[in-house]
């Protein structure tokens, strides 16, 4: 059996093991510390714009603070794309709240924004406004944020940007996540940077930032006992944790740099292929990390699917993964309202992401290629 390809492994820069020494030597092994401090300055450096950052332990957790803070509720409705991982999602139910699913648009994967209308204007018909706005920027790919926004501010809806996967990427040369009324990020072990688990709520508004520092550290008064007046979270990213987020910010810029290489690299190999799709950047104010690149197989024959080349790659143990199964099909969510064209459910079915790392080889790549190549009986590279 050859050597796993794997589909997104951490990589680590260096730094990383000077900042954790630092923390143990200076005995800050329990949650807070000087590195989480350094670590949320670190990012609110990073993504501009006049943000405030407060780091946590998930993206999942950074998303359910994000809907208390902004007073979702029990019978309450979010808005939340379906073309993406159940965590953006699941943070609703913790709520007791329904989550009201928008299909994708085609050119990006995301949301789109003329459906996110339709959802509103007939949630508002049932005597149902939403209180929030969850957008999704799928592998990096920044949506029509524009756009959103625009239906955002005439509904009066707060967004919530959920860049767990696209923290570098920009869309008009400013940074996603600094968008929203809110953003997440996530630093979990496959994400462009990670922190081994953690992730950080984004916002321009510093009273919210502080709200759900306080919230994540089990809303404790201030008292010199131990007295609280409101429930709270147990969602504060640990010193030891950051301190290894610190070290990979240094190498931020180089790992988008390598993913958006890979991409390059595949989608200059497989040109040739004209039943392989890449999901692109739609013109140059859109601006991807491409942290995974994904493809999908528009073939009507069925001669080859995304199952089938998922099966085998797997035979050499090169790692893919079919693109995330839309919310509005998943068991759990099924009966909850839905406002779609089916874009969301044909990627599903033709769609793959391929090995993406940035600490993907030539070789490796190459190796990719090869299979996918010899799936369509084309010439290896």
């Known amino acids: 059996m050859n050597k796993k390809i794997s589909l997104s492994s951490p990589h680590m820069g260096g730094s990383e093991f000077l900042f954790l020494k630092n923390a ?47 007073g979702v509720k029990q019978n309450d409705e979010v808005i939340c794309q379906s073309l993406t991982f159940s965590a953006s999602a699941n943070p609703i139910m913790y709520q007791g709240a329904t989550p009201v699913f928008v299909d994708s648009e085609s050119q990006t994967w995301n949301m789109s924004p003329d459906l996110l209308e339709i959802a509103i204007k007939d949630r508002l018909s049932k005597g149902k406004k939403p209180k929030a706005i969850i957008v999704v920027h799928l592998y990096g790919m920044p949506a029509e944020m524009d756009r959103i926004m625009e239906v955002s501010r005439k509904y009066q809806i707060p967004v919530i940007e959920d860049a767990a996967e696209a923290l570098g990427s920009t869309y008009k040369g400013r940074k996603l996540g600094t968008f929203g009324d809110m953003a997440i990020l996530s630093f979990n072990g496959n994400k462009i940077i990670t922190t081994s688990g953690g992730g950080a709520l984004v916002s ?45 910010m240094e190498v931020l810029p180089l790992r988008i740099y390598q993913r958006r290489k890979n991409f390059t690299h595949y989608t200059r190999l497989l040109s040739n292929i004209s039943n392989i799709q890449f999901q692109i950047e739609p013109d140059d104010t859109f601006f991807s990390n491409h942290w995974l690149s994904a493809i999908t197989l528009e073939d009507e024959e069925g001669k080859i699917t995304n199952d089938m080349m998922r099966l085998a790659l797997a035979e050499d143990n090169i790692e893919v993964r079919p693109v995330w199964k839309p919310m509005h099909m998943q068991p759990v969510f099924s ?43 084309t010439s290896i590279v």
Request: charge should be neutral; proline fraction near 4%.
């Open 24 to 70: 143990f030597d200076s005995n800050w092994i329990a949650p807070l510390g000087p590195h989480v401090d350094g670590f949320e300055k670190d990012l609110a450096t990073y993504l501009g714009n006049g943000v405030h950052v407060a780091a946590l332990s998930s993206g999942t957790a950074s998303l359910h603070l994000a809907l208390v803070i902004l």
């Open 335 to 377: 009966e909850f309202p839905f406002y779609g064209d089916g874009t969301a459910e044909h990627l599903f079915k033709v769609g793959l992401c391929l090995p993406s790392g940035s600490n993907l080889t030539e070789y490796e790549i190459r190796m990719v290629i090869s299979k996918i190549k010899n799936c369509f009986s």
């Open 204 to 248: 321009k508004n510093e009273d919210w930032i502080i709200k759900s520092r306080f919230l994540a550290t089990q809303a404790r008064d201030i008292a010199p006992h131990y007295q609280h007046s409101q429930v709270g979270y147990n969602y504060r990213m640990s010193n030891i944790c950051a301190s290894i987020g610190r070290g990979q």
